[in-house]
């Protein structure tokens, strides 16, 4: 099992690793490649990863606290079963063909991160901030964004059945392309609504 603590990596080439149980605390690794790596049961804890690819990762199983991932690369992981990212900062990464459907999501920054296409289904998202990130063609069904930081996202096709806006911030959010049946909107989200329609609200 790899038990590492305060190490720092640049430019490390991971591809393959099977990094099942492992702990990592306070770690750092900058352009690193974790290609195709195998994460299961793993705990991340205050770990840092600026410019790292986990493109085809194993994810599922993994707890991931207080991280940092940095513009990085999960384009084709799969948490499909079991895994979790409490209170991460995901800014500026791509999950592009992610699946997720068994990650849970706790709390966190995804600004400009791009998650076009992801299966957020039923998700608890609630304060996290989302400024200025691609959620197009997302499946947002029944999702929890109360209170979240949306300013700016990219909703095109995204599926919002049921989804909870209550409290959230949709400044430039053009919610007018969206099919709203059964989404919760308060006040402020009313208003939204009616200003990505071209009304004047004064």
Request: aromatic letters at 8%; charged letters at 25%; proline letters at 0%.
């Amino acid at each position: 099992m790899v038990t590492w603590r305060e190490k720092q990596f640049v430019d490390q080439v991971f591809a393959h690793d099977d990094f099942s149980t492992a702990s990592l605390q306070t770690c750092t690794f900058e352009r690193c490649d974790f290609r195709d790596t195998r994460w299961t049961e793993a705990v991340l804890s205050e770990c840092s990863f600026v410019e790292c690819s986990f493109a085809g990762s194993d994810l599922n199983g993994v707890a991931a606290r207080s991280c940092n991932f940095l513009n990085c690369d999960f384009r084709g992981a799969v948490a499909m079963l079991s895994g979790s990212l409490a209170e991460c900062r995901m800014t500026g990464s791509r999950f592009d063909e992610a699946n997720f459907a068994g990650l849970e999501i706790q709390g966190g920054d995804w600004s400009y991160a791009s998650l076009r296409g992801l299966d957020l289904r039923r998700q608890v998202l609630a304060g996290v901030r989302l400024r200025e990130a691609d959620l197009s063609g997302c499946n947002l069904q029944e999702v929890d964004l109360r209170g979240a930081d949306l300013r700016q996202a990219i909703v095109r096709d995204a599926k919002v059945r049921g989804a909870d806006f209550r409290g959230a911030d949709l400044e430039g959010v053009d919610l007018g392309q969206l099919v709203l049946h059964g989404v919760k909107l308060d006040l402020q989200g009313a208003v939204a609504l009616a200003r990505s329609l071209g009304a004047v609200v004064e």
